[in-house]
């Protein structure tokens, strides 16, 4: 409120008229009221995006630089961004030193492991892409098949073939000296015990045996439009040994299912095969579905099956509470499972918020168990229609929950609903190798 000493005192409102009042030059006026505090000056000075150091800078992105390609390099590119997704194995990188080196390691396995740790490291400490130059030469000095010339340029190669041999060296490198089986970093993240029975049909001859895998395959034909079906292929095939009882080779049909699981359960689809005729590797463009939340309870074995009961239950209960449901304890079929699973992904998206991460903001007194159901959280793909050549992309989900597709030097954010739009059917990016979180329950 001011108020203007002329021949009579005046206030002036907040909505008064100042031309009606003649305020002239010099003339003074009072102002009334309540003096609000000073506004005092930030404790911390105001810092600008521009004027970050580019380490923060990058963690207020919420997400890691991209990689510049070399020359058909996205194979490697893609594979390096969707395996530094996963925590766990840059924190088994981060211990790795020359002096936890077991004297199984060869000198290039040793620096293949060290080239992984300070390409991860860079990659999390920039904004600008980041030049792979030191790990791409360290690369094809362990594995020569990546340094492969075509008119003098490098040729294209297969990233699930990079992906196989990087993890092979990590999981050797990383193996603590102790002869535990604990102490594998990485088989504990990514291992999947299988149990296989092998039947002659023409002997009648039944065997079994165990095998370690670090990858499940979908296998793909006409009768496969779901990633669960070319699974169950996957695990359904046939082979050739020498059978004891007939004293020749025979062939045998062999039946796998999951004895053990994984943190992080990766998927290739096996989209590329040998065309005789060209005598070149054909790619399979058929649409095969993969959902966000992967339920895989009946492709385990018995045993691994009664294990994982109690935590699924728990699950159903917790998501049931979450909805406002009733779930029965006698609700243990794999109907009501799936059914549970399409609620979870209704209600939260992904489903990160009923996975409990072990090592954290857990109760000494409780112990986590996998329930079978696994979270997708990234998928690399190819664009093209042969294996030598085409693009690879990877497309990462944040711990933020948002996604990512790293194209080489090109981060760029994506909506959830486009990630599983990857599927195959024409010539568009379609899913080569899915890699799936596994959701925890504590009990």
């Not at 003096?35 to 890691?64: C, H, M, Q, R, W």
Request: aromatic share 8%; proline share 3%; charged share 25%.
């Amino acid at each position: 409120m001011l108020m203007i000493k002329s021949y009579l005192f005046q206030l002036m409102q907040d909505d008064g008229d100042w031309a009606a009042i003649g305020v002239k030059d010099g003339q003074k006026l009072m102002m009334m009221g309540t003096a609000d505090e000073i506004v005092k000056a930030p404790e911390k000075a105001i810092v600008f995006a521009e004027d970050l150091p580019e380490e923060a800078l990058a963690t207020n992105l919420g997400y890691s630089a991209g990689l510049v390609n070399l020359g058909n390099t996205c194979y490697m590119n893609s594979t390096v961004q969707c395996l530094k997704s996963v925590p766990e194995l840059k924190s088994a990188l981060s211990n790795y030193s020359l002096a936890a080196r077991s004297n199984d390691v060869d000198q290039t396995s040793h620096m293949l492991t060290v080239a992984t740790r300070e390409l991860f490291g860079e990659l999390d400490r920039s904004v600008n892409a980041v030049s792979p130059s030191q790990f791409w030469m360290v690369l094809r000095k362990k594995y020569p098949q990546f340094s492969q010339l075509q008119n003098g340029m490098h040729m294209q190669q297969d990233a699930e073939e990079c992906w196989t041999q990087l993890l092979y060296t990590l999981s050797q490198s990383l193996k603590a000296p102790t002869s535990s089986e604990g102490a594998d970093a990485v088989k504990a993240l990514f291992g999947v015990n299988l149990q296989s029975r092998l039947h002659c049909q023409e002997s009648g001859e039944e065997s079994s045996e165990t095998e370690s895998v670090y990858s499940l395959k979908c296998h793909i034909s006409h009768e496969v439009n779901h990633l669960h079906e070319g699974l169950k292929h996957g695990l359904k095939g046939e082979l050739e040994k020498t059978s004891p009882a007939l004293g020749r080779t025979a062939l045998y049909v062999k039946e796998s299912l999951i004895d053990s699981l994984p943190r992080y359960l990766t998927v290739q689809f096996v989209r590329f095969f040998w065309k005789r005729e060209s005598n070149q590797k054909a790619k399979i463009l058929r649409k095969v579905d993969y959902p966000l939340v992967l339920d895989i309870f009946d492709l385990c074995s018995e045993d691994l099956r009664k294990k994982l009961e109690a935590p699924r239950q728990k699950l159903r209960e917790e998501e049931g509470k979450k909805l406002g449901l009733q779930t029965s304890a006698k609700s243990g079929s794999k109907d009501s499972d799936v059914k549970m699973t399409d609620a979870e992904a209704s209600a939260n998206g992904s489903g990160e918020s009923s996975t409990v991460n072990p090592q954290e903001g857990t109760s000494s007194e409780k112990e986590t168990h996998m329930t079978g159901i696994y979270d997708l959280v990234a998928v690399l793909t190819h664009k093209g229609r042969s294996a030598d050549s085409g693009h690879y992309v990877a497309w990462v989900k944040q711990e933020s929950g948002k996604w990512i597709q790293y194209d080489d030097d090109n981060p760029s954010m994506q909506r959830e609903e486009d990630i599983t739009k990857l599927s195959g059917g024409g010539d568009w990016h379609m899913a080569y190798i899915t890699m799936y979180k596994a959701r925890f329950v504590s009990m």
